[in-house]
Structure formats: structure tokens, C-alpha cells
């Protein structure tokens, strides 16, 4: 290091705000931008037309007759008819193929047909930006070609920010049909009144695996908001809210015909209706049952919130049952833990956690839920099938407002880092990172009950308490304040963790090259002076610099020529 360089590090007074409710999940699409565009738009045609903007399709099943890796089919905004058939779309990991809204705002509506869109044996496809609604089947159905041995017949693919809604209405209708998919991603999705006569799902799997479901919605479900079966398996369904979503808010299985299990059952094995399903960090109100697993094994419903369930809490079925020449596990070996269940005991059945016949019940694990009926406090416990493991019964959770579907829980409530440590369990509706042990329910804590504007969470993250530190002292003694550390993103009890350049270094023409520690959700700035006696001595070179891996690197080529040159790092929360 230039001796003649001295370095100077400070933290900015810095805003606080929680981490978003679009933070995490990422896609194999991140960050790949289509390199052609095909245009339709509702004054295109079909015959005429070309692609392009000046002279569009008139429907996404011509367009995609043009569509290669890298295409981006781009919907202007306006309302399209349905029954879009699309077959063998292939894109490439490095080269996705889109079929998207030109707005993600005014999305384009596709109203009618039987399937809105149908997509056989696709790969590598983005659908994103969209508006369904009108069908008289399914919004949009995805499959593998009726090829159920071929896990490589349908696989990667995304869809993102569609609304489909007000699909069927008779019976077994559903807002998104997924058949031997794999590899998929279903995020920031809205789905309202799919199906009708209890039947009928927002998402419906059959022979799925490896799939995410996040941060979506479910309303005015007939049967239920997402059902996993058919073989399914490896799911994640998490910070989603789903409001009275039907007979079965999330089935864990259920019961399917024997032709159309992805694979095809075995003779020699024992098969499942779903397998390692995982329900976590999500909101529910309403529903006849929330949950029901469904002759599924393996499977963990954790740290989510349930207010005023219709009838059961929990179902424990066994809807298909073995038939020679195969044979199914029975619906057991599961886990039910770290959830709010807050509810009108007048409203549920007496046996309130609803076992049927050819079960395994006993070999569920019910541990650490918070049962509180707040009409009757005095008669929160459920009817268990199992000894259930440092439950919480019967105490009040304070939810922040329940009557305006406001669910956050402060450090006062007995919720507060009463789960257990799960691997599932990692972040909360909104995305915080969860505490160790983890607090019951949809949501980590929130507030700041000793006002010392360091965030509960923060202090029981690293202090276990949340009157060790009033901010302004030093827990780890590196002359780094708890508040500082706080706002930069290091650990206030390690010494060796605090925002500092950790070198400066001369270049070529005298630039010189800064290096200091960055975390995650934080953007930078840089300051220099040349005379610390001034009042105001810095000035900022650049800012807005987002983190960059472990560690941010800036080369300052413009203020560095001077004889004696000071710098300053200040970190804000994104």
C-alpha cells in the first residue's frame, strides 16, 4: 500500500427497511436477456404478417412457429382469443425461449378456449406477463406429450406474473395444469375462482418434480389451491397466501388413475400419490381443510400461519390404496411443525385433525405449532393422532391485526423462537431470514420493543436478547458501534467482521484500487478528501455501487493523482 495513502472508514446514517417480498428465488433465466423479438399484437395476422413490430402475428401459437433459442415472443397489450396449441417449444439453458406481455402492468388478456395455451413438450421456455381467464378447461395445461417414462419430454420452465382467473366453473377445471413436468418455477402468480363443485385447482400437479412455487395468491378456490399427485415429488410451495382456496387448500397427494402417474408405477417397488412435498412460510385463511396429505410420504408442512379454518385443521387420508400388481406406501412418515394455528373453536369439527382409514398416522410428527382459539382459549388443544412434541396450546399469539389480515408477531408473543430448527425452514412470507430456533408461524418477529433502532430480530439474531445492546455500545470491541454494524451488514461479535477497506493500492496513471468486505442487500459509496481539517472534506467519487460477491473492488482514476488522498466507504441498505 502507498504510503501516502491514508484511509478513513465511516458509516452513513442509513435507512431501514425490510427485505422485499420479491427477494430470493432464482430461475435458470436470471440475468439472460432474447436476442430477436417476434411481435403479436391484436391488429397482426397471421397470413400477412411477419413478426416484427411494424408487421405482427396475430396469435402466439403463429408466432411460435418462427421461435428459436434466444426468441422472445412479445404480446402487445389487448384481449386475444384462447386455444393456443404450442408443441415441441425448445429453448436452451444459455438461450431460453419467452412468451411474453410487452408490459408486465397492462398485461395482454387471453380470454376463452379450452386451454387458453397448451404447451406439449416444451423446454426452456419462459411464460411471463399474462392475463388468463374465460377457459372453459384449463388457463394454461403443460405436459409431457403423454410420454410418462420421458422425464426429459417436458422440463425448465417459468412461470411468472400471470394472472388466471374465472376458469371453468362446472367441476375438475384448473387455473395452470402441470403433467409431467419437471424442473419449474411458478412465481408471482395470481389465481382466483378455478373449477366449481368442490373440484377444480389453481395449480394442479401430476407426476411433477423439482418444482418451486413461490410468493403467489389464491382466492374463492372450489377445490383446492394447489394439488400434488401422480407421483409428484420435490416440491417447494412457499410465502404463498391462500384465502379460502376450497375443500383442500394444499392437497398432498390424492387420488389419480393408474395410466397417468410420471413415472409409471412399478410392480416391484412401492409407489406414492407425492413424495418430500414441502409447505412452508405461507398464510392461509379460510378453507374446509388448509392441509390434507393425501396418501403422500416424506412430506413437511412447517412455519406456516392459519387463521379461521372452516372445518379441520389437518386431513390424514389414504385415497388410493394398494391394488395387485402394485402396492402404495400409506400416507404417513411427515411433519406438521412450527405453525399458528389461530382459529374459532365453533367453527371446526370436533376432531379437528381428521384421520381416515389405511393411514400410518402414528408415525406423523406433530411438534412445536401454536394452537390458540381465540374464541375460547380454554379449548385450543386439537384432537391429536400423536403425542405432539413442545406445543404451544392455548396461549395468545397477539397477531398484529387480524380483522385487517395483518399477521406479524413482536417479541412479546409466545410465538417468538418457540419452532424447532428445521432445514426446510429458511425464510419468512416476506423473505427474512428466519431466527435460530425459528419463531412459529408465516413470520419472523417484527418491531423494536426497547426503542433503540436496532430491530428485535437483529438483537435476538446476535445477542439473544433484545436489551444486550442499546446501539451505541461495542459488543465485539472492534470500535465499531452495534448501531454501525447494524447498518453495514457485519456481526457485532466478531471483531474481524466490520465494514473497513482492506486495501488501497496504486495503478497504472496513479489509480487506485479499493477493496473492502460487502453482505448482501447493500449498496456503496466512496468518498475522498485531501485536507481532514476542512469542515465538509468529502466529497463523493461515485455511489449506488451494488455488493459484489464477498468483496466490492473500485478503482478511483479521477481524484488519486493528488499527493495525499483519504477515503471513506459508507454502506445503505438496499
Same mark, same amino acid.
Given at each position: 500500500?502507498?504510503?501516502?495513502?491514508?484511509?478513513?472508514?465511516?458509516?452513513?446514517?442509513?435507512?431501514?427497511?425490510?427485505?422485499?417480498?420479491?427477494?430470493?428465488?432464482?430461475?435458470?433465466?436470471?440475468?439472460?436477456?432474447?436476442?430477436?423479438?417476434?411481435?403479436?399484437?391484436?391488429?397482426?395476422?397471421?397470413?400477412?404478417?411477419?413478426?416484427?413490430?411494424?408487421?405482427?402475428?396475430?396469435? %402466439?401459437?403463429?408466432?411460435?412457429?418462427?421461435?428459436?433459442?434466444?426468441?422472445?415472443?412479445?404480446?402487445?397489450?389487448?384481449?386475444?382469443?384462447?386455444?393456443?396449441?404450442?408443441?415441441?417449444?425448445?429453448?436452451?439453458?444459455?438461450?431460453?425461449?419467452?412468451?411474453?406481455?410487452?408490459?408486465?402492468?397492462?398485461?395482454?388478456?387471453?380470454?376463452?378456449?379450452?386451454?387458453?395455451?397448451?404447451?406439449?413438450?416444451?423446454?426452456?421456455?419462459?411464460?411471463?406477463?399474462?392475463?388468463?381467464?374465460?377457459?372453459?378447461?384449463?388457463?394454461?395445461?403443460?405436459?409431457?406429450?403423454?410420454?410418462?417414462?420421458?422425464?426429459?419430454?417436458?422440463?425448465?420452465?417459468?412461470?411468472?406474473?400471470?394472472?388466471?382467473?374465472?376458469?371453468?366453473?362446472?367441476?375438475?377445471?384448473?387455473?395452470?395444469?402441470?403433467?409431467?413436468?419437471?424442473?419449474?418455477?411458478?412465481?408471482?402468480?395470481?389465481?382466483?375462482?378455478?373449477?366449481?363443485?368442490?373440484?377444480?385447482?389453481?395449480?394442479?400437479?401430476?407426476?411433477?418434480?423439482?418444482?418451486? %412455487?413461490?410468493?403467489?395468491?389464491?382466492?374463492?378456490?372450489?377445490?383446492?389451491?394447489?394439488?400434488?399427485?401422480?407421483?409428484?415429488?420435490?416440491?417447494?410451495?412457499?410465502?404463498?397466501?391462500?384465502?379460502?382456496?376450497?375443500?383442500?387448500?394444499?392437497?398432498?397427494?390424492?387420488?389419480?388413475?393408474?395410466?397417468?402417474?410420471?413415472?409409471?408405477?412399478?410392480?416391484?417397488?412401492?409407489?406414492?400419490?407425492?413424495?418430500?412435498?414441502?409447505?412452508?412460510?405461507?398464510?392461509?385463511?379460510?378453507?374446509?381443510?388448509?392441509?390434507?396429505?393425501?396418501?403422500?410420504?416424506?412430506?413437511?408442512?412447517?412455519?406456516?400461519?392459519?387463521?379461521?379454518?372452516?372445518?379441520?385443521?389437518?386431513?390424514?387420508?389414504?385415497?388410493?390404496?394398494?391394488?395387485?400388481?402394485?402396492?402404495?406406501?400409506?400416507?404417513?412418515?411427515?411433519?406438521?411443525?412450527?405453525?399458528?394455528?389461530?382459529?374459532?373453536?365453533?367453527?371446526?369439527?370436533?376432531?379437528?385433525?381428521?384421520?381416515?382409514?389405511?393411514?400410518?398416522?402414528?408415525?406423523?410428527?406433530?411438534?412445536?405449532?401454536?394452537?390458540?382459539?381465540?374464541?375460547?382459549?380454554?379449548?385450543?388443544?386439537?384432537?391429536?393422532?400423536?403425542?405432539?412434541?413442545?406445543?404451544?396450546?392455548?396461549?395468545?399469539?397477539?397477531?398484529?391485526?387480524?380483522?385487517?389480515?395483518?399477521?406479524?408477531?413482536?417479541?412479546?408473543?409466545?410465538?417468538?423462537?418457540?419452532?424447532?430448527?428445521?432445514?426446510?425452514?429458511?425464510?419468512?412470507?416476506?423473505?427474512?431470514?428466519?431466527?435460530?430456533?425459528?419463531?412459529?408461524?408465516?413470520?419472523?418477529?417484527?418491531?423494536?420493543?426497547?426503542?433503540?433502532?436496532?430491530?428485535?430480530?437483529?438483537?435476538?439474531?446476535?445477542?439473544?436478547?433484545?436489551?444486550?445492546?442499546?446501539?451505541?455500545?461495542?459488543?465485539?470491541?472492534?470500535?465499531?458501534?452495534?448501531?454501525?454494524?447494524?447498518?453495514?451488514?457485519?456481526?457485532?461479535?466478531?471483531?474481524?467482521?466490520?465494514?473497513?477497506?482492506?486495501?488501497?493500492?496504486?495503478?497504472?496513471?496513479?489509480?487506485?484500487?479499493?477493496?473492502?468486505?460487502?453482505?448482501?442487500?447493500?449498496?456503496?459509496?466512496?468518498?475522498?478528501?485531501?485536507?481532514?481539517?476542512?469542515?465538509?472534506?468529502?466529497?463523493?467519487?461515485?455511489?449506488?455501487?451494488?455488493?459484489?460477491?464477498?468483496?466490492?473492488?473500485?478503482?478511483?482514476?479521477?481524484?488519486?493523482?493528488?499527493?495525499?488522498?483519504?477515503?471513506?466507504?459508507?454502506?445503505?441498505?438496499?
Amino acid at each position: 500500500m502507498d504510503a501516502r495513502i491514508r484511509i478513513l472508514v465511516a458509516v452513513a446514517a442509513l435507512l431501514c427497511c425490510g427485505v422485499g417480498r420479491a427477494a430470493g428465488l432464482s430461475t435458470f433465466a436470471d440475468g439472460i436477456t432474447w436476442t430477436n423479438e417476434i411481435h403479436v399484437a391484436t391488429n397482426g395476422n397471421n397470413t400477412t404478417g411477419n413478426g416484427s413490430f411494424g408487421n405482427p402475428y396475430a396469435t %402466439i401459437q403463429r408466432a411460435a412457429q418462427d421461435a428459436t433459442p434466444g426468441s422472445a415472443i412479445v404480446v402487445a397489450p389487448g384481449t386475444y382469443g384462447g386455444g393456443n396449441y404450442i408443441s415441441g417449444l425448445t429453448g436452451t439453458a444459455e438461450s431460453p425461449i419467452w412468451i411474453r406481455g410487452a408490459s408486465s402492468t397492462n398485461r395482454p388478456l387471453m380470454d376463452g378456449g379450452n386451454d387458453a395455451m397448451h404447451l406439449v413438450k416444451s423446454r426452456y421456455v419462459v411464460v411471463e406477463n399474462l392475463e388468463v381467464t374465460g377457459s372453459s378447461n384449463n388457463g394454461v395445461n403443460c405436459d409431457d406429450g403423454g410420454e410418462y417414462a420421458n422425464p426429459n419430454a417436458a422440463h425448465h420452465i417459468v412461470f411468472r406474473n400471470l394472472s388466471i382467473h374465472d376458469i371453468g366453473g362446472t367441476g375438475n377445471q384448473d387455473g395452470l395444469k402441470l403433467s409431467g413436468l419437471n424442473n419449474y418455477w411458478v412465481l408471482d402468480c395470481e389465481f382466483a375462482r378455478c373449477g366449481g363443485g368442490f373440484s377444480g385447482s389453481g395449480i394442479d400437479h401430476v407426476g411433477c418434480h423439482s418444482g418451486v %412455487i413461490a410468493r403467489c395468491t389464491f382466492n374463492d378456490m372450489s377445490g383446492n389451491a394447489i394439488q400434488c399427485k401422480g407421483g409428484s415429488s420435490d416440491i417447494d410451495i412457499t410465502r404463498c397466501w391462500i384465502i379460502d382456496a376450497g375443500a383442500r387448500g394444499i392437497n398432498i397427494g390424492g387420488s389419480t388413475g393408474f395410466t397417468f402417474f410420471r413415472p409409471p408405477l412399478s410392480t416391484t417397488t412401492t409407489n406414492y400419490e407425492a413424495k418430500s412435498i414441502r409447505v412452508v412460510g405461507n398464510v392461509f385463511r379460510g378453507s374446509t381443510a388448509p392441509v390434507a396429505y393425501v396418501g403422500c410420504i416424506d412430506s413437511v408442512v412447517a412455519n406456516n400461519t392459519f387463521i379461521d379454518t372452516d372445518n379441520w385443521h389437518v386431513r390424514i387420508l389414504q385415497e388410493t390404496t394398494n391394488t395387485p400388481p402394485y402396492s402404495f406406501y400409506t400416507c404417513g412418515q411427515s411433519v406438521f411443525a412450527n405453525n399458528l394455528v389461530y382459529f374459532t373453536k365453533a367453527d371446526v369439527a370436533w376432531t379437528d385433525i381428521n384421520v381416515g382409514p389405511n393411514t400410518d398416522a402414528s408415525s406423523f410428527t406433530f411438534a412445536n405449532n401454536l394452537w390458540y382459539a381465540h374464541d375460547n382459549p380454554g379449548s385450543s388443544a386439537p384432537d391429536y393422532p400423536v403425542a405432539e412434541q413442545n406445543g404451544v396450546v392455548g396461549q395468545n399469539p397477539v397477531l398484529s391485526n387480524p380483522a385487517g389480515e395483518e399477521y406479524w408477531i413482536t417479541a412479546t408473543s409466545p410465538a417468538t423462537t418457540n419452532g424447532t430448527n428445521l432445514a426446510t425452514v429458511q425464510a419468512d412470507y416476506v423473505g427474512t431470514r428466519y431466527l435460530a430456533p425459528p419463531s412459529i408461524g408465516a413470520y419472523e418477529i417484527r418491531g423494536d420493543t426497547d426503542t433503540d433502532k436496532l430491530p428485535d430480530i437483529w438483537e435476538i439474531r446476535h445477542f439473544r436478547s433484545i436489551t444486550t445492546s442499546d446501539g451505541t455500545g461495542d459488543q465485539d470491541g472492534d470500535r465499531f458501534p452495534d448501531r454501525s454494524e447494524y447498518e453495514a451488514g457485519t456481526d457485532p461479535t466478531n471483531a474481524a467482521s466490520r465494514l473497513s477497506i482492506k486495501s488501497a493500492d496504486r495503478r497504472t496513471g496513479n489509480a487506485v484500487e479499493l477493496r473492502w468486505p460487502s453482505v448482501p442487500n447493500r449498496t456503496y459509496a466512496v468518498y475522498y478528501a485531501t485536507n481532514l481539517s476542512l469542515s465538509n472534506a468529502f466529497a463523493v467519487v461515485t455511489n449506488g455501487l451494488p455488493t459484489t460477491a464477498a468483496e466490492n473492488v473500485y478503482t478511483d482514476s479521477t481524484h488519486s493523482a493528488h499527493a495525499r488522498v483519504f477515503y471513506r466507504v459508507t454502506a445503505q441498505r438496499n
